[in-house]
């Protein structure tokens, strides 16, 4: 059974910093499939904002490049998000995802794994 438990939300204020982590279990990491970070704001949809692919290549969506960096311990079997930068317009939930497909690796339905979410709120 695979499980994916976000940790490391919380408030900050703008400019500032969070690294949120996806611990992984009973799932093939070493599979050929990718892992994702998405967030949902209130009223919008649940957006793509960053994946990771088997050979760690990495993607950012626009709206978080140059900010946002994601990276995976495979001892671990985590993933992380650290967000740096951090402005009001990213306040929402955090979901990490896996075993997505990398040419579509910012669409949700791509994915078969996601975690419970965990809420990241940036005041100004």
């Known amino acids: 059974q695979v499980q994916l438990v976000e940790s490391g939300g919380g408030s900050v204020q703008s400019g500032g910093s969070l690294r949120l982590s996806c611990a992984l279990s009973g799932y093939p990491w070493h599979s050929y499939h990718c892992m994702g970070w998405f967030r949902q704001a209130p009223g919008k949809e649940r957006e793509g904002i960053t994946a990771?692919?088997?050979?760690?290549?990495?993607s950012y969506a626009d709206s978080v490049k140059g900010r946002f960096t994601i990276s995976q311990d495979n001892a671990k079997n985590t993933l992380y998000l650290q967000m740096n930068s951090l402005k009001p317009e990213d306040t929402a939930m955090y979901y990490c995802a896996a075993g997505g497909w990398w040419p579509k690796r910012m669409s949700q339905y791509e994915y078969n794994y996601w975690g419970q979410g965990t809420q990241v709120t940036v005041s100004s």
């Open positions: 990771i692919d088997s050979d760690g290549s990495t």
